[in-house]
């Protein structure tokens, strides 16, 4: 399910399945989608900032037409305590191994891997990344 802002509107609550992941996308060509990401947040309850949160970046193969800086989206997953993916949606490869790559993340943050928690996965992403 997609939502272009938060919060959902609670008319249809009851039909609402489980959210087990919520990713919040922002175009670094587009200085408003992280202005909107940074909306959102506020309306996220804080125990979903426990390994079922993450950011995807995309765009990130056209450094030449930046608008949002990089680091203001380090920031966001370092407040938050939620893994940063990068990635460019325009090449095949890798929106192939970017949809594999989130596919897995609800796995586990669905409870459908025995053994790893979504809050295991999450601590597991975020040193990952500081390496």
Same mark, same amino acid.
């Given at each position: ?103 897995? #993340? ?18 597991? #992403? ?6």
């Amino acid at each position: 399910h997609l939502a272009t802002s938060l919060p959902l509107p609670s008319e249809r609550d009851h039909l609402r399945p489980r959210i087990d992941l919520i990713v919040f996308i922002c175009d670094i060509k587009n200085k408003y989608s992280l202005k909107n990401v940074e909306a959102c947040l506020d309306h996220v309850d804080a125990s979903f900032f426990l390994g079922k949160v993450c950011f995807l970046v995309t765009g990130v193969g056209r450094v030449n037409y930046c608008s949002v800086e990089v680091n203001a989206i380090w920031k966001l997953g370092e407040v938050y305590c939620s893994p940063v993916l990068f990635c460019e949606l325009e090449l095949d490869g890798i929106r192939v191994a970017t949809a594999q790559r989130l596919l897995r #993340m609800l796995q586990i943050c669905a409870g459908h891997v025995p053994g790893v928690s979504a809050l295991c996965f999450g601590s597991l #992403m975020r040193n990952s990344a500081d390496d």
